[in-house]
């Protein structure tokens, strides 16, 4: 409200300028287990390897070309789970060469037609694990178990040429 310029106020009467805020507390945790630095992370065991945004890698298979047969909600979570175990493995986000180490795996890469063909047993594999699916605690786990970590880390060039050496390395 404006004031008639003739009236004095007095210093009781004049705006008081803003306070500085007091120094911040530093927060300090108050519960047990509660993570504090990224080191305190569980990892392993029950918690597994969390990884950074796995729907991504569903993205990429649903783009794929490949068979989807007659249990396409089943070969995508099974391939779901593969892609996102190699890339939490790896410590990133699903990337194509992901998805291509899982078409190789169950043996729907179109790669094998180019040389020499499916190995013999992938499609057995790739329907037990299908079978085994909905038994899982959560998707993929029997699949992730029988596949070795080297094989699932390796180049999607060199799982296929060891798949097609030596088809009994998963299952």
Known sequence: MGRQPNIRLRAAERPVEDL???PERRWTPTRPGEITSPADTPSGGSFGRP?????????MI???SFDRGRRPRDLESLLSALVGARASRARRG????DVEVAL???GLHDDYARTGGVPA?????????????VHDPWPGRSAL?????DLLMDEPDRVRARL????SLVG
């Open 94 to 97: 699903p990337t194509r060469h």
């Open 145 to 149: 178990g029988s596949v070795p970590a």
């Open 62 to 64: 649903r783009a794929a």
């Open 104 to 106: 190789s795996l169950v």
């Open 20 to 22: 500085d805020r007091a």
């Open 121 to 133: 047993g992938l499609a057995e594999v790739r329907e037990r694990w299908l079978d085994e699916l």
């Open 51 to 59: 990884g950074p945004d796995t729907g991504w890698g569903l993205q």
């Open 164 to 167: 097609q050496a030596d088809p």
